[in-house]
């Protein structure tokens, strides 16, 4: 099972850090990814980590503002997202792959987490 959190309300150039732990299972086992989707629009690839080399990729309109990493001592992947903008406003979902790839390919994910909420706005 994937717990999200660390969704709220922040000003345009705020920051936050989602969590995405992991109950169950190892998260260092898997490529875990953070996804999110705003309303009438469809689901974004926002970043991913590998398994194996934690190598990382982020989508075009993240890169250089949000980080992934990995705490495998606390078995949670986090995001942290710096200046935000209103346009990041989403629900933002993180998912599992045990093939361990880091991808952004949403239906190769086997496991989701519920989503967290992520509001931009002054």
């Known amino acids: 099972q994937l717990q999200a959190s660390g969704g709220g309300l922040v000003q345009p150039g705020g920051h936050l850090r989602l969590s995405c732990a992991g109950s169950g299972f190892t998260l260092d086992y898997f490529a875990i990814a953070w996804f999110r989707q705003a309303p009438g629009k469809e689901r974004e690839g926002v970043s991913c980590?590998?398994?194996?080399?934690?190598?990382?990729n982020y989508g075009d309109s993240v890169k250089g503002r949000f980080t992934i990493f990995r705490d495998n001592a606390k078995n949670t992947v986090y995001l942290q997202m710096n200046s935000l903008k209103p346009e990041d406003t989403a629900v933002y979902y993180c998912a599992a792959d045990p093939r361990g790839i880091a991808t952004m390919t949403p239906h190769l994910y086997e496991y989701w987490g519920q989503g967290t909420l992520v509001t931009v706005s002054s």
């Open positions: 980590i590998g398994s194996t080399d934690d190598s990382t």
